[in-house]
C-alpha cells in the first residue's frame, strides 16, 4: 500500500513547495484535495484524449471549479477576518500563480501556429491567445458559437474558458466579501443570493442556450460558490450549526463524526463516478447534471482528510505529485492533442499512438513547468523579489497579449500565407454571406419564401444579386435557421429546431407567399444521430432513415400536401454537392511541418449521386407525391460526368466539405432566378444540356 502524504513522510516535490508557501497556507494544506485536482484532471485530460471511452470527462473541470472556489476563499475569509486583506496582495498571488505557465503555453502555441497552421486558424489563434491573455476566452468562445463555428479540437487554447471563468468570479467575489466581512449574516446572505441566482441562469441558459450556458460566467458562478459556501460552513461551524441543527450537534461526538465523514466521501465519490458514467455530451450540460458533479466534489472536500477514501486514495503520492503538476498539466495537454488533430486533417484524430505520447509528454512539460518555473517565481525569497516578478509577469503577459492581438488583425502571418494556392483555399473558406432570415420587398404582387437550413442560405448571395438587378420582382423572404432540417415534427439534440421550423412553415400558410421554395442538407438525415422527435427529448435519437420511422418523410409529405391545398407553388431542392473532395481545407498537405496547397481532383458524378441517392431519393419520392416540383443543384455545378471541386481560375467552389461560397453561388445557380421574377406559375423546364430553369 502506498503511504499517503497525510500520514507518511513527503517525497521531494512536495516537500519543495511546503517549504516554499506561506505559513497560513501551509497549515491548512490537505494532500487529499491535491488528489482530488488529480482525479479532475486526468478525467479531462482522458476525455480530450479518448472521448468515446470517457465520455463524461469534462465534468473534472467542474470539480475544479468547487475546489477553486473552496481553498481561494478560505484564504480570502480568513484574511478579511484578521483585517490583513489587501486587493493588490490578492492579484498579485493570483498572477504569480496563473501568469508564469500560462505565458508560456500561449507563446509556444504562437511560435507553432506560426510555422504550421493556414492564415484563418493562425488568426483564430491569436484571437484566443488575447482572449486567453485577458482571462476572457470564455466570453471569445460564447460568441464563436453557432453553425459555422470551428470544431473544437482545433482551437488548442480553447480550454482557456475555465481559466476566464474563474479569473472573472475572483474579480467580483473579493470585493462583496469585503463590503460584507463585518456582518456573518450579510456573508451567508451573500452567498446564498449569488449561488441561487447564478443556478438559475444555469437552468434558464441551459435550455434557451446550450452553448452560453457553458461559457458565460454567470451560469457558472455557483460551482465556484458551492465551493466558498463550504469554505465558510467549514470556517464558521457556528453559522453550520444554526443551519444545520442538531445534526451538527452530533457530528461533533468522534464516533459518529467519524462515520459520518465516511459517508460524505464514499457519497461524494459515488456522486462523481456517477457523473462520469452517465453524463456525456448530449446530455443537457451544465443543467441539473453539473449540480450532482459539484455535490460530489463538496462531499469529499467537507468529509476532511482523515476518511479512508481521503486518506488512502486521493492522499496517496501519485495521486497528490499529479494534483501539485494539475495547472500547467491542464495547460499543456491540450495543445498537444489540438495541434495533433489539425495535423492530421480536418475531423479526423491522430494516432492512437500519438494521442498516448502526447499526454506523456504534457506530464513532463507540466513537471518542468511547475519544477522551474512556477515555483521560483511564485515563491521569491523576499518581497521585493516577489513583487517584481509580479510587475514583470504583467509585461510579457501583455507583450503575449499584443502579439496574439497582431495575429487576429492579420499584421502577422503565418509561413503559409507566403503560397498563392494557399491564399486561395483561406479566400474560399472566408467567403460566406449570412443571412438566416431576411426580406427584399419587391414590386410586384406575390412573395416568394425561401425556407431551409444553410444549405438555402448559400443560395442568397445569387437571389440577392438577381433581385438587385431585375426591374420586376416578387418580394422575398428567407427563413433560414442554421442547423434546422425543415421537417415538421423533427428536432436535433444539437440545435433545437422544432419551433423554428414550424415557424417557417405558418410563414409558408400565408396568404401574401404564393411559392415556397425549400432546401437543406438532406444527407444529414443519413448520418447524424441526435434527431428525435419533437416533445420526445428524453428517449433516444433516432435514425430518420429507418424503416420505423417513416413518419419522418411523411411529415414532409404533409406539409407540402397542405402548401398546395392552399394554391402555393412548393419547390424541393435536392442536395447540393458535399464531401471532404469539395473542403478548401482538404486541399492542403499537412504531412510536413509547414502546410502546403495538393493537387485538388473533381470528383465523378455518379460517386457523388450514389453516396446521396439514398436520402435524396426518399424526399423526391415524399414531395413529388404531395405535388412539389423538383430541382436537382447537381445540374448546375456538375457536367453529366464529373463535379468540379475548383473553378476556371483554381478557386475552391466551396466554402467547406458543404456549403458553396458566395462568389461561386451569384453565377451558377440560375435555375433559381425563374422563381422570382412574375411569371406564370408552371413546371420547370429542362434545357438542352441538363440544366433547369
Known amino acids: 500500500m502506498l503511504k499517503s502524504f497525510g500520514t507518511g513522510p513527503r517525497v521531494a516535490l512536495y516537500s519543495k513547495f511546503k517549504q516554499s508557501t506561506s505559513s497560513s497556507a501551509s497549515a491548512d494544506y490537505r494532500a487529499d484535495i491535491d488528489g482530488l485536482r488529480a482525479v479532475a484532471v486526468l478525467s479531462v485530460l482522458f476525455y480530450h484524449a479518448f472521448p468515446g471511452h470517457f465520455p463524461g470527462g469534462f465534468v473534472g473541470v467542474d470539480i475544479f471549479f468547487v475546489i477553486s472556489g473552496f481553498l481561494i476563499s478560505g484564504i480570502l475569509f480568513k484574511d478579511l477576518e484578521r483585517d490583513r486583506f489587501g486587493f493588490l496582495d490578492f492579484y498579485a498571488r493570483r498572477i504569480r500563480r496563473l501568469f508564469p505557465a500560462l505565458i508560456l503555453v500561449c507563446m509556444a502555441c504562437l511560435i507553432f501556429g506560426w510555422i504550421s497552421l493556414l492564415p484563418n486558424e493562425f488568426r483564430q489563434l491569436g484571437k484566443h491567445v488575447l482572449g486567453g491573455s485577458a482571462f476572457s476566452a470564455n466570453i471569445v468562445l460564447a460568441l464563436e458559437s453557432g453553425y459555422f463555428d470551428t470544431d473544437a479540437a482545433s482551437k488548442p487554447l480553447r480550454h482557456l474558458w475555465s481559466l476566464g471563468v474563474e479569473e472573472q468570479y475572483y474579480l467580483i467575489w473579493p470585493g462583496l466579501l469585503f ?52 469554505a465558510y460552513l467549514v470556517r464558521h461551524r457556528g453559522v453550520s450549526a444554526g443551519i444545520l441543527g442538531r445534526w451538527n450537534s452530533l457530528e461533533q461526538q468522534p464516533k459518529f463524526a467519524a462515520k459520518v465523514a465516511g459517508a460524505k466521501a ?21 443543467g441539473w447534471w453539473a449540480a450532482l458533479v459539484c455535490a460530489g466534489a463538496a462531499l469529499i472536500i467537507w468529509a476532511g482528510s482523515e476518511t479512508w477514501i481521503n486518506r488512502r486514495i486521493l492522499a496517496s503520492r501519485p495521486l497528490v505529485w499529479i494534483g501539485l503538476i494539475s495547472y500547467p498539466l491542464y495547460l499543456w495537454h ?22 498516448v505520447v502526447a499526454l506523456a509528454a504534457s ?53 503559409s500565407a507566403a503560397q498563392p494556392q494557399i491564399a486561395k483555399i483561406t479566400a474560399a473558406m472566408n467567403d460566406w454571406q449570412p443571412v438566416e432570415d431576411a426580406t427584399i420587398p419587391g414590386n410586384v404582387k406575390g412573395t416568394v ?15 440577392q444579386q438577381v433581385a438587385r438587378q431585375s426591374p420586376f420582382r416578387k418580394t422575398i423572404v428567407f427563413h433560414t435557421p442554421e442547423g434546422c432540417t425543415p421537417i415538421p415534427g423533427l428536432d436535433r439534440r444539437a440545435n433545437p429546431c422544432a419551433q423554428l421550423v414550424a415557424d417557417g412553415f405558418a410563414l409558408a400558410a400565408e396568404s401574401r407567399v404564393d411559392t415556397v421554395v425549400i432546401a437543406s442538407k438532406w444527407y444529414n438525415l443519413s448520418y447524424y444521430k441526435d434527431y428525435y422527435r419533437s ?7 433516432i435514425d430518420p432513415l429507418a424503416q420505423k420511422n417513416r413518419w419522418v418523410f411523411d411529415q414532409f409529405s404533409a406539409a407540402i400536401r397542405r402548401l398546395r391545398q392552399r394554391g402555393k407553388r412548393v419547390v424541393v431542392l435536392l442536395s447540393s454537392p458535399i464531401g471532404d473532395a469539395f473542403n478548401p481545407s482538404q486541399m492542403v498537405d499537412r504531412s510536413g511541418l509547414v502546410p502546403h496547397a495538393r493537387k485538388a481532383s473533381a470528383v465523378p458524378r455518379a460517386d457523388l449521386e450514389n453516396m446521396l441517392a439514398a436520402v435524396d431519393g426518399r424526399i423526391r419520392a415524399a414531395a413529388e407525391s404531395a405535388g412539389a416540383e423538383i430541382l436537382d443543384p447537381k445540374d448546375w455545378y456538375c457536367d453529366r460526368s464529373i463535379c468540379p471541386v475548383l473553378d476556371s481560375t483554381g478557386e475552391p467552389i466551396s466554402r467547406d466539405g458543404s456549403h458553396l461560397r458566395a462568389s461561386f453561388v451569384r453565377s ?8 422570382i421574377q412574375p411569371t406564370t406559375i408552371a413546371p ?3 434545357n438542352g444540356n441538363g440544366s433547369r430553369h
Open 334 to 355: 491540450w495543445p498537444l492533442l489540438s495541434f495533433g488533430n489539425i495535423m492530421s486533417g480536418l475531423g479526423g484524430y491522430p494516432s492512437t499512438g500519438y494521442r
Open 266 to 286: 464514499l457519497l461524494g465519490t459515488a456522486a462523481i463516478a456517477m457523473a462520469l458514467l452517465l453524463i456525456n455530451e448530449h446530455r443537457a450540460f451544465p
Open 363 to 415: 506530464v513532463a512539460l507540466a513537471y518542468l513547468t511547475y519544477r522551474f518555473l512556477e515555483l521560483p517565481i511564485r515563491h521569491g525569497k523576499t518581497s521585493v523579489q516577489r513583487r517584481s516578478n509580479t510587475q514583470e509577469l504583467v509585461y510579457i503577459m501583455a507583450a503575449v497579449a499584443f502579439v496574439g492581438a497582431l495575429a487576429d488583425l492579420r499584421f502577422i502571418q503565418p509561413v
Open 668 to 675: 451558377r445557380p440560375t435555375g433559381l432566378d425563374v422563381l
Open 179 to 230: 463590503l460584507c466581512r463585518h456582518s456573518r449574516r450579510s456573508t451567508v446572505a451573500l452567498i446564498a443570493a449569488l449561488g441561487v441566482s447564478s443556478f438559475a441562469f444555469n437552468l434558464y441558459f441551459t435550455n434557451a442556450d446550450q452553448a452560453m450556458a457553458y461559457y458565460l460566467p454567470l451560469t457558472r458562478f455557483w460551482e465556484l460558490m458551492v465551493g466558498s459556501g463550504l
Open 684 to 686: 420547370l423546364a429542362r
Open 449 to 463: 419564401l425561401f425556407l431551409g437550413d444553410s444549405h438555402m442560405e448559400q443560395y442568397w448571395p445569387r437571389i
Open 535 to 541: 416533445g420526445d427529448s428524453d428517449a433516444g435519437s
